[in-house]
């Protein structure tokens, strides 16, 4: 079976060949956004594939590697330029079983987080009949997220706000990745606005050592604008879990303290300050 549970992971390295979804680097796959169970790691510029696990503090448990030679790409199709197929096939002779599986990736609106399915045809060599009533073929369709494999991330006890301009909001997450710096907001509000990348109100991390990391995007936000951004107003206070995606910095940087503002805004802020992991 292990064989098997990496199929998707190879999918996802055989993309960046071509060069059409991903860029260079290092990603995860999960069920869910904030999800560290049965995640499976790609490295696009070596095409490595590991099988990671995390106890309940979220350390690194184990790490397995994963022999590529017995798969095959079979099919790679470019359906538009927010979404592809690939088709990959297991061609081990010696096996028992072997699978056909085809990976739909979707571009959610910034280069942070994919949207990865994957349709698995497995087949049992020894059968006759493949669908039969012994079950000598299944296929299975599983979803997820994919994002940038944190090389650090901070769960909200560990995290420490000296003060925040309104007292519903909470940091969530902090992840610390190759290209980005990504904060989870939790905000609880009827309406507001989230300014998007470039605006003079838009959000932004303020070093303590005197550096200031610029917003390149965001996910969870349904503002009327382009890309989310913009104003989302509901009927009842609604909680909305947000993430922010900045320029990457150091964990030294990050570690002399830090303050996540709105730009410019000067009144009805969601500003956090003197952050400490």
Known sequence: ????????????????????????????????????????????????????????????????????EKYKFKEYSLINKNSANLTWINSCEECVWTETQILNIFYLGNDFIYKGITNRIVNNNQGIDCFDTGGKCFTTTKSGYIRIFPNLFYKKNSIHVGGKSDQKNEIKEIRITDKTTEITLI????????NPVGNNQAFYVSLNNGKKLKLLGQYGWKGDG??????????????????????????????????????????????FYDISI
């Not at 064989?3 to 796959?29: E, M």
Request: net charge neutral; glycine share 8%.
């Open 1 to 68: 079976m292990k064989r098997v549970l990496f199929t998707c992971i190879l999918l996802l390295s055989i993309a960046s060949v071509h060069g059409q979804i991903f860029k260079d680097g290092t990603y995860l796959f999960s069920s869910q956004l904030h999800d560290f169970k049965d995640i499976r790691v790609f490295d696009i510029s070596n095409q490595s594939l590991h099988s990671l696990s995390f106890n309940d503090d979220k350390e690194l448990q184990r790490k397995s590697v994963m022999s590529k």
């Open 187 to 194: 905000i609880n509000t009827t309406s507001g606005i989230i």
């Open 226 to 271: 382009k890309g989310g951004f913009g104003t989302w107003a509901t009927k009842t206070e609604t909680k909305r879990e947000v993430i922010l995606f900045f320029e990457p910095a150091s964990a030294e940087d990050l570690g002399q303290g830090f303050s996540l503002k709105e730009g410019n805004c000067t009144s009805g802020c969601w500003n």
